[in-house]
């Protein structure tokens, strides 16, 4: 997809709006998206990045299947190329859609600032390496992904925040909610 010379984003919003974006987003036709977040996906004390996911809609669903991280900073090139070539696509080889839950989950607790390029690709983005998402690692933006991040948000690790020990049951049952 052509870089476009966009600045503004189709949706900003914060970590309190995510479950909100995500039922918006369900059943959108999406080519080629992007969702920017102002915050740090930390893989050690040491290496830290802002993270930018690629979207789009596969087979009816919108899914995060790519991902680049901005690496910023104080870094010589040597440094740089190190890490964008070799430390990178060695973490994300070792992340875990779990992982990526526990980032959602503290994107919400922190109420961090996010943005949705929609069928844009942003100049911007056009130095950022993005790289493929295995099978396991893919993020389906739906109810089930709302119900694992809330069960990361609860301390006990359940759902019952809602009130329910089956949250799915609320979303696939609207009529259980008076």
């Given at each position: 997809?052509?870089?476009?010379?966009?600045?503004?984003?189709?949706?900003?919003?914060?970590?309190?709006?995510?479950?909100?974006?995500?039922?918006?987003?369900?059943?959108?036709?999406?080519?080629q998206?992007?969702?920017?977040?102002?915050?740090?996906?930390?893989?050690?004390?040491?290496f830290?990045?802002?993270?930018?996911?690629?979207?789009?809609?596969?087979?009816?669903?919108?899914?995060?299947?790519?991902?680049?991280?901005?690496?910023?900073?104080?870094?010589?090139?040597?440094?740089?190329k190190?890490?964008?070539?070799?430390?990178?696509?060695?973490?994300?080889?070792?992340?875990?859609?779990?992982?990526?839950?526990?980032?959602?989950?503290?994107?919400?607790?922190?109420?961090?600032?996010?943005?949705?390029?929609?069928?844009?690709?942003?100049?911007?983005?056009?130095?950022?390496?993005?790289?493929?998402?295995?099978?396991?690692?893919?993020?389906?933006?739906?109810?089930?992904?709302?119900?694992?991040?809330?069960?990361?948000?609860?301390?006990?690790?359940?759902?019952?925040?809602?009130?329910?020990?089956?949250?799915?049951?609320?979303?696939?049952?609207?009529?259980?909610?008076?």
């Amino acid at each position: 997809m052509e870089q476009k010379d966009i600045e503004l984003p189709d949706w900003l919003g914060s970590g309190q709006d995510l479950f909100d974006t995500i039922q918006i987003l369900k059943g959108k036709k999406i080519e080629q998206g992007f969702m920017e977040i102002d915050y740090n996906f930390k893989f050690s004390e040491k290496f830290s990045y802002p993270v930018v996911f690629e979207l789009k809609t596969l087979e009816g669903d919108v899914v995060i299947d790519r991902i680049a991280f901005r690496v910023s900073g104080e870094k010589d090139d040597k440094q740089r190329k190190i890490e964008e070539t070799i430390i990178i696509p060695g973490v994300i080889r070792t992340l875990t859609r779990e992982d990526f839950i526990k980032f959602f989950a503290e994107v919400i607790k922190k109420d961090i600032d996010f943005a949705l390029y929609l069928n844009e690709s942003p100049k911007k983005f056009s130095g950022l390496k993005f790289r493929e998402l295995k099978e396991g690692q893919k993020i389906v933006l739906n109810e089930q992904l709302i119900i694992e991040i809330m069960a990361q948000l609860e301390p006990t690790g359940s759902t019952s925040v809602l009130g329910s020990d089956n949250a799915g049951a609320l979303f696939f049952n609207p009529g259980l909610i008076k």
